[in-house]
């Protein structure tokens, strides 16, 4: 089993910028690829950032040019650089990592945009 933290979200005005965080513990070996997703309020999840195992990465259309996913193999961290964020980026952001057949959620973070 995996367990992922994600660091705390916040409040920020529209064109700011946040870091998110993912903290792995556990069978972090495992790990294929880690994810960040999102959920606005009525919506579905839907997978805002991912990186691999051998670093690739791949991005939503909305946030390409302004999300950044990079990751800390020595501190078992995943980032997710969030710059020009716009009042449809609010969510709750969630943390996934798959491991083989295994897919494990953080329980996931406010971030709130306001115009």
């Known amino acids: 089993q995996v367990q992922l933290v994600e660091s705390v979200g916040g409040l920020v005005q529209a064109g700011g910028s946040l870091r998110l965080s993912c903290a792995a513990s556990?069978?972090?070996?495992?790990?294929?690829?880690i994810g960040w997703y999102r959920q606005a309020p009525g919506k579905q999840r839907e997978l805002v950032a991912a990186?691999?195992?051998?670093?690739?990465?791949n991005y939503a259309d909305s946030v390409k040019g302004r999300f950044t996913i990079s990751r800390d193999n020595a501190k078992k961290t995943v980032y997710l650089q969030m710059k020009s964020l716009k009042v449809e980026d609010t969510a709750v952001y969630y943390c996934?990592?798959?491991?083989?057949?295994?897919?494990?959620w953080g329980k996931g973070t406010l971030v709130t945009v306001s115009s």
């Open positions: 556990g069978r972090t070996f495992s790990i294929n690829a």
């Open positions: 990186i691999n195992s051998v670093g690739s990465t």
């Open positions: 996934n990592a798959a491991a083989g057949p295994m897919n494990s």
